[in-house]
């Protein structure tokens, strides 16, 4: 295979970072005699190890993590959006979370009129912390911004999944399970008076329908979290209308949408 094709496995498989300037070759690294217990004087003294060192198996662990009813005990506890984000960092969410930086909560304004819901992180949002600041990010705030929209004055965004995703996968059933009463509870605090339901995984999760985001595209919704019933919009995902320019034109339409919703018009 050729180095490039091979790195670009390798970012796709989810090994995007160097931990170290010099590489260490594990299999021809001394690897230390154990310490034998005193034994009887006839006792022979084992071999050094030679060639490559045998690793014990661990027992496996659980891809997802502690799963959707301990999820669904830990939110209901958060009283407040800081209380929510401290127990999603503090949770268990598996090989997910343990392969992911940073548990992406939010970002915007807390409060605000307008609630973002997007995927899963990617590699960008990983590194910072933050939702949305990739490229598919830059095209969502244009997208707000065209409203007279943002983040900083009336846009709270979160995903549906904290934890990026290795190789940026999307999210299986598992997965979505177990995040499903994060992003309720975190709806119920925010109290949003609309969301967007950015891409299908999105729209498909919090309606609980298997309708793909081209038929749900741009018809309101209403979900019911914890008895308030909120007004909410599937959108295609910006990352989608990155490949797609040709229907960026429903984004502008959708995002008036919005705007009259909210009768800002
Ligand atoms: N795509 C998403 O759905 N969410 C992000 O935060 C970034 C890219």
């Keep these: 295979m050729d180095p490039a094709s091979l790195l670009a496995w390798h970012i796709a498989m989810g090994a995007d970072e160097a931990i170290d300037i010099d590489p260490i070759d594990r299999f021809t690294t001394e690897v230390q005699a154990p310490v034998i217990a005193r034994q009887h004087p006839q006792a022979q003294k084992?071999?050094?190890?030679?060639?490559?060192?045998?690793?014990?198996?661990?027992p496996v662990q659980a891809v997802v993590g502690a799963g959707p009813e301990a999820a669904g005990r830990v939110a209901a506890e958060a009283s407040t959006l800081e209380e929510l984000k401290a127990a999603?960092?503090?949770?268990?969410?598996?090989?997910?979370?343990?392969?992911?930086?940073?548990?992406?909560?939010?970002?915007?304004?807390?409060?605000?009129?307008?609630?973002?819901?997007?995927?899963?992180p990617g590699a960008d949002e990983d590194r910072e912390g933050k939702p949305f600041v990739g490229m598919s990010g830059?095209?969502?705030?244009?997208?707000?911004?065209?409203?007279?929209?943002?983040?900083t004055e009336n846009v709270y965004i979160t995903n549906m999944v904290p934890w990026r995703?290795?190789?940026?996968?999307?999210?299986?059933?598992?997965?979505?399970?177990?995040?499903?009463?994060?992003?309720k509870r975190h709806i119920e605090l925010a109290k949003p008076k609309v969301i967007l339901m950015v891409g299908g995984v999105s729209a498909k999760a919090l309606l609980g329908t298997e309708e793909g985001i081209t038929r749900l595209r741009g018809r309101w919704k209403e979900l019911d979290i914890?008895?308030?019933?909120?007004a909410a919009l599937?959108?295609?995902?910006?990352?989608?209308?990155?490949?797609?320019?040709?229907?960026?034109?429903?984004?502008?339409?959708?995002?008036?949408?919005?705007?009259?919703?909210?009768?800002?018009?």
């Design 138 to 151: 830059q095209l969502l705030d244009k997208i707000l911004g065209a409203a007279g929209f943002s983040r």
């Design 46 to 58: 084992p071999a050094p190890p030679s060639g490559p060192r045998p690793v014990a198996a661990k």
């Design 234 to 265: 599937p959108v295609y995902h910006p990352a989608y209308l990155l490949r797609q320019p040709a229907l960026k034109g429903h984004a502008w339409r959708d995002i008036l949408s919005v705007k009259r919703k909210l009768s800002l018009s």
């Design 226 to 230: 914890g008895g308030q019933k909120i």
């Design 88 to 120: 999603m960092e503090a949770f268990d969410g598996g090989l997910l979370k343990r392969s992911a930086k940073n548990t992406v909560f939010a970002d915007g304004t807390p409060g605000a009129p307008i609630m973002v819901i997007g995927e899963a």
């Design 165 to 183: 995703p290795l190789g940026n996968a999307t999210p299986d059933g598992a997965t979505i399970a177990m995040c499903m009463p994060f992003v």
